[in-house]
């Protein structure tokens, strides 16, 4: 029995992309070149805000005290989570030295970058999580200066993100979004330090002002539309999966959810549901699912299990699911996610906003060669080495034959007059003579 596709999507993540290069590229220059005053002119006129870019301790708090405590115990709750997480990842990466041959010492050293620039999404949704995400992560790695920064609304910024940047240590939080945020971070504008690397999810034009930038700056990956699967079989709870599904469709019009099964009854019934759930949410999120769902949404049959975790892999989820017998089989199996899910008691959800583990997560197939937001994003693992004069001995006349059989003379060289002042009465065969 061969793969079949009860819905097969009609668009893909890039059909409906338009060329915002250029516009990108324009507004990035115009910044550079004109600073602080530019930067706020395309505050101005995209975040239709004119109040402080920068914000005052005063206003910190004045937001923070506008915040109910049920949500602050919410934010203090999933920031508890995130952080013992990340403090988990920071203790898998430590500092090691190895005598490799007698008197030839290396060593790894993980040191933070100094300025981390998180970006977290404003506009339709207001994106508390990301704010604990990304701050709380780049805190936990080290990092000396920590930047926050959100579209503004015209009253300023939410109090919630307000709240959650404050309490997981942004020490510095911008009420400005899109590019020209990035691009402030980035050129080191309103006194603040230049970024070395920028986190976090946001739109096209915040993407591509990362993808443009990269190299200059490091950033954690290149973001597309949100993307999710759920691998369910027979044992699974139809509308829980059908659920799910809308869960993840509501993120935008262009974000693809799949559902992969070996039992054709259950994705039926998954597809009979969804419909029902997408009308019952609020508008701006049935708009999202509906077309997500429409164009986007993929339901696929598999013979057997192999094939479904086979299938998965192909599609190198951001997010996946596994509602199905045998969880153990799964995590063993399965090699290609951003963040896995396991049964029917947790659910992307849970991840996107409280459970820990990060929700910025590789997008559009990145999954097959990378892994999201961690500690480890903002800290560079480096390399050391010393040596004694007699370790160096068998290092320098391999050094010196291999380069000179590559044409490296002047490398040779290097190894040849170590050599040759370390051991003055002994011979070497270099290749030539020192």
């Not at 220059?29 to 920068?54: L, P, S, V």
């Not at 929700?359 to 559009?364: A, D, E, G, I, R």
Request: charged share 25%.
């Amino acid at each position: 029995m061969a793969r079949t596709y009860l819905k097969k999507a009609t668009l893909t993540a890039a059909s409906g992309a338009s060329d915002v290069h250029d516009l990108v590229k324009g507004i990035l220059t115009d910044i550079e070149a004109g600073g602080d005053e530019t930067a706020r002119e395309y505050a101005q006129k995209f975040d239709k805000y004119d109040g402080n870019i920068i914000l005052t301790d005063a206003e910190i708090e004045a937001a923070c005290a506008l915040v109910p405590q049920k949500l602050k115990d919410d934010i203090l709750f999933a920031h508890d989570n995130v952080r013992r997480f990340a403090e988990a990842q920071k203790g898998t990466v430590t500092d090691i030295e190895l005598e490799i041959t007698p008197g030839l010492i290396a060593g790894q050293k993980a040191i933070p970058v100094d300025a981390a620039g998180c970006y977290i999404p404003g506009g339709r949704y207001s994106h508390i999580a990301s704010a604990i995400m990304t701050v709380t992560t780049a805190k936990v790695a080290g990092c000396k200066n920590i930047m926050a920064t959100s579209p503004p609304r015209a009253e300023g910024l939410p109090p919630a993100i307000v709240y959650a940047a404050h309490i997981c240590g942004a020490d510095t939080i911008m009420a400005m979004g899109g590019v020209q945020a990035v691009a402030a971070m980035t050129f080191g504008l309103f006194g603040l330090p230049e970024a070395n690397i920028l986190v976090g999810p946001g739109n096209q034009y915040v993407a591509e002002a990362k993808s443009i930038l990269f190299g200059r700056v490091g950033i954690d990956m290149i973001a597309g539309p949100t993307d999710s699967l759920i691998i369910a079989d027979k044992t699974a709870d139809a509308h829980i999966v059908a659920t799910d599904l809308v869960s993840q469709a509501e993120h935008g019009y262009n974000s693809p959810v799949w559902l992969v099964t070996d039992d054709q009854a259950l994705a039926e019934d998954v597809m009979a549901r969804v419909p029902a759930l997408i009308e019952d949410l609020p508008e701006l999120n049935r708009e999202n699912a509906t077309a997500a769902w429409r164009d986007y949404a993929e339901v696929i049959v598999c013979p057997d299990r192999e094939d479904m975790a086979a299938c998965s892999d192909e599609y190198a989820p951001e997010h996946l699911t596994v509602q199905a017998a045998d969880l153990e089989w799964w995590l063993d199996r399965l090699s290609c996610y951003g963040s896995l899910f396991l049964g029917e008691e947790t659910t992307v959800s849970f991840g996107d906003k409280a459970s820990g583990t990060n929700h910025v997560l590789p997008t559009s197939g990145a999954a097959g060669y990378t892994g999201g937001l961690s500690v480890h994003k903002y800290m560079k693992i480096v390399t050391w080495q010393r040596s004694t004069r007699e370790g160096s001995k068998r290092v320098a006349e391999a050094t010196a034959r291999i380069s000179r059989l590559e044409g490296m003379e002047g490398h040779a060289r290097a190894a040849d007059v170590r050599l040759s002042k370390y051991f003055p009465d002994e011979t070497f065969d270099l290749g030539a003579d020192i």
